[in-house]
């Protein structure tokens, strides 16, 4: 045993535990000078006995290494710092952990356990400490950090590029509801982050398809750890709808299973599709339709140009003039029918030019274009307060031109038309109505009028046309996202209604009443 007071002899037992013993031991006295120590605490610190015993306790710490909270704020020098070990000690009797200082100028991170020594009276004469190198394990935790760190930092861009990335992305819980969203995803939807956040992601889809998610899709999806291109109806902060396809995955298992999903708008491909689809249907009927109309006066010409040639040869002249004017009508009205027919086919292709104009200077251009046909009928034509509207100025002109016109023409013998044009502006859309005093459409051909080539008089008969008009007139309001139809018709006269949305989006606006018919989840 090394000890600096003889009378501090423990007796032999104790001294040659002491040294044996496999933890690094020193003692001190109370003024915090090391007194003894073992075998193993001169092995730990490459020391030699008499280098410490006497020496301060501050020798055996690395400087600036176990310090003093007050000595730190102080501001004290290495060497106070230092001096300052032996309060860590005296004030954290316990385990404490500090920077230790090796004779051969090595250090190491070592855990030191210290409490006081006491006299059979109970009076503090001296500490006894164990030194612990732990420097293995402050790697090994140091390393375990660093990897944690690495994966936080990873987790941090991930994390970043997840709510920048361009795409809509969410992600929700096995309750469903949302995690996180990305920025395009709020961006489109016109929501705040913690708007949507801990909210149900059904409550952000239209009611049939939240019907299909809780009852077909989540089920399957969870079930089975995936989903492609489900098709849903997402609903924009500002109540406006917009279809969408999602896919997504499941991430990890049991309760903190997530998932990650992401959605593109396909709105405009619907919107373009069901507008194919129309338009297929459309022109079937069409070329149908056509087909009969422009064969009746090529047949009317090969017949009456027959008999000509059959009075000519008799002699007969004036039979032959009668013939040639029946082929010269039948050849004016193929005329006003390829006319007509190259006017729908263009209005087809057209696409609307949106600009804000005002709907009662649109209405005054019209009824100054058509002013001698409104005095020659006598018509009677008053116009309401209108509003401004976002349109495409010729397209709205056209429109309303037609629709005028079938006022001022389908009225009864010897009435003077009666026309009233107004507006109402509703919440998203503003409506004008047209109301006129004419002949009216039996209910059963109201819903065909809008198709081309469909007349409800005779070619012959005392109500002139070929049937485009209001098939013209449905393209171009359809061009602007808005709807056409008749609002009441009977024999007071027929009330013709146009509806044109406040905010025009062609691609997601045109056939928007349709959605409801798609196969939306």
């Not at 003024?31 to 410490?52: G, H, K, P, Q, Y």
């Not at 290495?78 to 009797?93: I, L, N, T, W």
């Not at 399957?220 to 995955?249: I, Q």
């Not at 008999?307 to 193929?334: F, I, P, T, W, Y």
Request: aromatic share 6%.
């Amino acid at each position: 045993m090394h000890s600096a007071d003889p009378q501090a002899d423990p007796g032999p037992r104790a001294a040659s535990f002491f040294q044996n013993i496999a933890a690094a031991m020193v003692m001190t006295d109370n003024d915090w000078r090391i007194t003894d120590v073992n075998a193993a605490f001169l092995t730990l610190f490459r020391r030699e006995a008499s280098d410490l015993i006497g020496s301060p306790v501050d020798t055996i710490f690395l400087p600036s290494a176990a310090t003093a909270p007050s000595a730190v704020a102080a501001g004290r020098s290495d060497g106070a710092q230092r001096g300052a070990a032996r309060h860590v000690m005296a004030s954290q009797e316990g385990k404490t952990y500090a920077s230790f200082l090796r004779g051969d100028g090595t250090r190491f991170a070592g855990a030191i356990l210290c409490n006081g020594l006491k006299d059979e009276d109970g009076a503090v004469i001296g500490h006894g400490a164990i030194v612990r190198d732990v420097s293995g394990a402050v790697v090994e935790q140091s390393d375990q950090v660093r990897a944690l760190e690495a994966r936080a930092a990873e987790f941090t861009m991930l994390h970043a590029l997840y709510r920048r990335t361009p795409a809509m992305m969410h992600s929700i819980d096995q309750s469903g509801s949302i995690i996180d969203v990305s920025e395009k995803w709020l961006e489109t939807l016109g929501y705040a982050r913690e708007e949507v956040v801990g909210k149900p992601s059904i409550s952000f889809l239209s009611e049939a398809s939240r019907d299909y998610a809780i009852n077909e899709v989540l089920p399957k999806f969870w079930r089975e750890g995936a989903c492609h291109n489900v098709p849903y109806t997402m609903v924009r902060k500002d109540g406006r709808p917009m279809e969408v396809e999602l896919s997504a995955v499941v991430d990890g298992v049991g309760p903190q299973a997530c998932t990650l999903a992401i959605m593109s708008d396909v709105s405009a491909r619907n919107t373009a599709m069901r507008s194919l689809r129309k338009r297929s249907q459309d022109l079937q009927n069409f070329a149908h339709i056509a087909a009969h109309d422009l064969q009746t006066p090529l047949r009317h010409i090969s017949a009456f140009g027959t008999l000509c040639a059959d009075e000519l040869a008799d002699g007969s002249v004036e039979e032959a003039q009668k013939m040639l004017a029946s082929m010269r009508n039948s050849a004016d009205r193929l005329s006003n029918l390829l006319d007509a027919l190259l006017i729908y086919t263009q209005a087809g292709r057209a696409q609307a030019q949106f600009a804000r104009a005002n709907l009662g200077e649109i209405i005054d251009r019209v009824l100054s274009e058509i002013g001698e046909q409104i005095e020659a009928t006598g018509a009677k034509i008053s116009v309401g307060e209108m509003p401004e509207i976002t349109c495409d100025m010729e397209m709205m002109g056209q429109v309303i031109g037609v629709l005028i016109d079938n006022a001022l023409t389908y009225v009864g013998p010897g009435i003077e038309p009666d026309i009233a044009i107004t507006a109402r502006q509703c919440v998203s859309e503003t409506m004008l109505r047209i109301q006129d005093n004419g002949i009216g459409v039996d209910t059963e051909f109201q819903d065909r009028i809008f198709l081309p080539m469909r007349r409800l008089h005779s070619k012959d008969g005392a109500y002139p046309g070929n049937g485009v008009g209001l098939a013209l007139c449905r393209y171009l309001v359809d061009a602007q996202g808005g709807t056409i139809g008749i609002e009441r018709s009977d024999e007071r006269g027929s009330v013709f209604y146009v509806t044109i949305p406040h905010v025009q989006d062609a691609a997601q606006m045109a056939g928007l009443d349709e959605v409801t018919q798609m196969p939306t989840i």
